[in-house]
């Protein structure tokens, strides 16, 4: 598999936000066939230190979720920062089947996949994909609205909301069904592009 689904948790939304949790699972979007899945929590701490800068309004949002998602992203045994970096690395070198080749999506082209770059470069590592291979989910999602089909209204979350790795799966999940829809005899996207 070569399509790696992200999706964090941070306490920020812009590029130098702090990472407290990631998900990711591989996929297929011509099968919707899920993979290899990846969590880790991350010390907070951990990030502010290497230089992160924490939003008030994400902190104050992350106040008012479930006690389940709060206690997921305050895990005693959450990781450093840069080993969560790294034991994603090293996940994504055993599983993935071509490495050049390796497609990140993130749910938004500033979001995820930016601020997880972000996270590499403050650790002094190079993250584990090109640049050039991120793909967008929200640019999908809008494509599948224009063939009838609304993941928000249409597909039933699985999990628990604001978990990282329930929030990819379910991405990876409507991804793969828009992408059925789009191209229903098994064409690839990637082909085209």
Known sequence: MNDL?????????????????????????????????????????????AGAVPDGDTINWWLRQSSEARAAITSDEAKPITEAIDSLTHFVSRNCEQPNYLKVWGNGAAFDNVILREAYARCGRAPCWQWFNDLDVRTLVRLGRRVDFDPKRDFPFEGERHNALADAIHQARYVSA?????????DSLHELA
Do not use: C, H
């Open 5 to 49: 689904m992200i999706d964090l948790e941070t306490m920020g939304n812009k590029p130098n936000a702090p990472i407290v949790a990631i998900g990711a699972v591989f996929f297929v979007p011509e099968t919707g066939v899920l993979g290899p899945q990846f969590y880790t929590t991350i010390n907070l701490a951990s990030d502010l230190a």
């Open 178 to 186: 828009i992408w059925q829809r789009l191209l229903p005899d098994g």
